[in-house]
Nanobody
Framework: QVQLVQSGGGLVQAGGSLRLSCAASGYIVSSKTMYWYRQAPGKQRELVAAIVSGGTPTYEDSVEGRFTISRDNAKNTVYLQMNSLKPEDTAVYYC?????????WGQGTQVTVSS
């Protein structure tokens, strides 16, 4: 049974930092591409970052240089380190993994960045 359990998130001042965690069970995170998505009110869900099984990260342009996706294989956990946060980063963040055509999602965590 694949399960993704998120932690972290909360309220932070603009310019601050926050780290999101996504603890996986039922599979090995280093064997799959892992994704972080976010969805702000009134906006489409967008892909923020991904890390492939080989460890190479990719980022959406607006977070490049500010966010870092990483994983701890011993803990079977994926992280999203968010620095220099901006109000426009405010959203519900979700981790995700795909198995064939089936997507598994974390429960989501709210990130709110105040000015």
């Amino acid at each position: 049974q694949v399960q993704l359990v998120q932690s972290g998130g909360g309220l932070v001042q603009a310019g601050g930092s926050l780290r999101l965690s996504c603890a996986a069970s039922g599979y090995i995170v280093s064997s799959k591409t892992m994704y972080w998505y976010r969805q702000a009110p009134g906006k489409q869900r967008e892909l923020v970052a991904a890390i492939v099984s080989g460890g190479t990260p990719t980022y959406e342009d607006s977070v490049e240089g500010r966010f870092t996706i990483s994983r701890d294989n011993a803990k079977n956990t994926v992280y999203l380190q968010m620095n220099s946060l901006k109000p426009e980063d405010t959203a519900v963040y979700y981790c995700n993994v795909k198995f064939r055509d089936v997507a598994s999602w974390g429960q989501g965590t709210q990130v709110t960045v105040s000015s």
